[in-house]
């Protein structure tokens, strides 16, 4: 008897739901400073209620009570904005013939089937497939950012995101703001029509004006005009209100072209447009400007392009002669060296021979001087975009996209060290991205009534490596250890290389297993190729992959080809001897997968294999 009332009231106990955490108490943040001068006054943070309630002036007296987080000097920020993540939501299922299939034996019809919906999903939302789990709000965290915009993708309409932070409430506590606005770029999944530009406009052109007539049909009904029932439809009556003009449309745009065929057909529609993306935005910096459209730019400006000037000064500097044969800067010595003609010498006689067989040619081709630079000068005018921007007076702010959060604190480092004023680049991480986004009565600032979202650093990290000793998220604390620097894009550990040839295994069955050969410099630069067989026809395929040791961190990205299929790939992993694991991903354009993996160095790698 004993034994059954205690299975019973162990069985009541499990059935009890799991509570969440209690919300976060109230906290003072002590001796902190606002401006990143040394000089600057230090005051302090009072938060209640998840919310910053008081910013108490130099020499106030704190409040009893309270936890105190001592500050030490540290420079408080608003937390870090994402404004366009794309990674933690699943992509949208669509079902692209919603009529019944017509007859064969019936009339010729006359015009297109009215229900054809494929890349067409506006009424999905990212709030009802987040895919963000606590190992990437970690992730997040530990860079300094506290809100993301979660953004679907892959589609001509992809449905509308959502603004979350990266606390540890329940899902519930950490919707910042359910919808944020559509998304569209020009893609979609899927075979059949459509599958050009071309198409893809008169696609979007034919939905607008059914969501126009399906509108009408509304009315008339409401009205009590006898008529059909009108069916439902959720995709055109999501679409409605933007054609009504409330909202904005976000839509992806790298290239020039796309950012005009967007604004015609925000014309044509009336409907406002806001872009993300943005590599050749400055092309277009006066049309933008006069528009006042805002950007949201992901920074995907590529590996950077060896600047061939820059070689040469440096070899000058050394004493090399004129005549002599120059190297490309690669990091690391190489076995031949190559004229800018195109011809080649051999190394000094104190050099070690090459291990390249015989067979191989030991000839190595130099691109002409001018197609270099001309290559550097199309690089450098995409990392610049935000320069032009700048100068144009264009609203802008950033987003990480496909990457990883300390890929996006890079380059924006990068870009205040060639030019972008640091304020401006602080505020597309912070006040400009909430604004951008809709958010900023809640996040983007340190003011009373703001969200407590606030970081402390010790510098401030747009302008060089900084630490990160405490992160407020929602008024929750995360405790950092400030005398650990950060070293996500860092040199890479001692006795640290990844170079040689390794066979990797995925845990996913749909993903087949392949090799990779990679190349890594002393400074910790990774370059090679992903060989790989063809779910489409079983043949073999070839990416390019490039990427960065820090640590014992292993970080790659890279393209590859299945016929008219192109995936970007990723890989993070750690270094353990001859044995690489971790997380990979493979996006296309009906979203993305992920699988852990497995990669094991042969013993017999040749480096020599990289790069031919």
């Known amino acids: 008897m004993i034994t ?29 400073r606002l401006t990143d001068e040394e000089d600057a006054p230090r005051v302090a943070l009072v938060v209640r209620s998840g919310r910053i309630a008081t910013v108490l002036e130099a020499g106030s007296p704190l409040p009893v009570g309270l936890r105190r987080i001592d500050g030490q000097g540290a420079l408080a920020l608003p937390a870090f904005i994402d404004g366009f993540t794309t990674g933690e939501c699943d992509p949208p299922e669509i079902t692209v013939a919603r009529d019944i299939a017509p007859s064969t034996v019936a009339n010729v019809l006359v015009g297109m089937r009215e229900a054809n919906r494929k890349g067409l999903a506006p009424s999905f939302s990212a709030l009802d497939a987040i895919n963000f789990g606590a190992r990437e709000r970690e992730g997040f965290r530990a860079r300094g950012f506290g809100t993301l915009h979660i953004a679907p993708t892959g589609e001509l309409l992809s449905g509308r995101g959502t603004g979350v932070t990266t606390s540890e409430l329940a899902q519930r506590g950490r919707i910042l703001r359910a919808e944020v606005g559509h998304n569209a770029t020009f893609q979609a999944s899927g075979g059949g029509y459509p ?44 679409i409605a209100p933007l054609l009504n003009g409330e909202g904005r449309l976000l839509c992806y745009a790298e290239r020039a072209r796309d950012f005009e065929r967007w604004l015609r057909l925000a014309d044509e529609f009336g409907f406002e447009v806001a872009f993300a993306g943005g590599l050749e935005a400055w092309r277009v910096t006066d049309l933008l400007a006069e528009r006042g459209c805002p950007l949201i730019l992901t920074l995907d400006w590529g590996e950077e392009v060896d600047d061939p000037d820059a070689e040469e000064d440096g070899e000058d500097e050394e004493g090399e002669g004129e005549g002599e044969a120059k190297p490309e800067a690669t990091g690391e010595s190489e076995p031949e060296v190559a004229a800018e003609g195109g011809e080649a010498q051999t190394t000094a006689e104190n050099e070690p021979e090459s291990d390249v067989d015989e067979d191989d040619s030991p000839w190595k081709y130099t691109e002409p001087l001018a197609v270099r630079r001309e290559r550097r000068r199309r690089w450098e005018e995409g990392r610049d975009s935000a320069l032009r921007l700048h100068e144009a007076g264009v609203a802008f702010a950033f987003g990480s996209g496909s990457d990883r959060p300390e890929e996006l604190l890079e380059r924006v480092r990068t870009l205040v060290e060639v030019g972008l004023p640091a304020p401006a680049a602080l505020d597309g991480l912070t006040s400009a991205a909430a604004e951008i986004l809709g958010i900023a009565d809640r996040v983007g600032r340190i003011a009373p009534g703001q969200c407590a979202n606030v970081a402390l650093w010790s510098r401030s990290p747009v302008t060089g490596k900084a630490h990160l000793s405490w992160l407020l998220v929602d008024g929750e604390v995360f405790e950092f250890d400030p005398d650990e620097a950060d070293t996500s894009d860092g040199e890479p550990g001692e006795g640290v290389d990844v170079s040689g040839s390794w066979d990797v295994a995925f845990e996913s069955d749909e993903a087949p297993n392949a090799t990779m050969s990679l190349e890594m410099s002393d400074l910790g630069a990774v370059n090679g190729r992903f060989v790989t067989t063809s779910p489409i026809n079983g043949e073999k395929v070839t990416g390019s992959l490039d990427g960065r040791v820090s640590g014992s961190t292993l970080r790659l990205r890279g393209k590859i080809s299945f016929g008219a299929f192109e995936a970007t790939l990723r890989f993070e992993g750690e270094l353990e001897g001859d044995t690489l694991r971790g997380e990979s991903g493979w996006r296309f354009s009906g979203g993305e997968e992920t699988s852990d993996f497995e990669a094991r160095r042969t013993p017999d790698a040749s480096r020599k294999e990289v790069g031919r």
Not at 12 to 17: E, N, R, S, T
Not at 208 to 216: G, M
């Open 4 to 32: 059954t009332r205690v299975l019973c009231v162990l069985g009541l106990v499990a059935a009890v739901p799991a509570q969440s955490p209690p919300p976060p108490g109230p906290c003072v943040l002590a001796d902190v």
């Open 195 to 238: 599958n050009t530009l071309m198409a893809y406009m008169a696609h979007l052109r034919q939905f607008f004006l059914d969501a126009r007539r399906h509108e009408e049909i509304l009315a008339r009904a409401a009205a009590g005009i006898p008529d059909r029932r009108p069916p439902f439809d959720a995709d055109l009556q999501a």
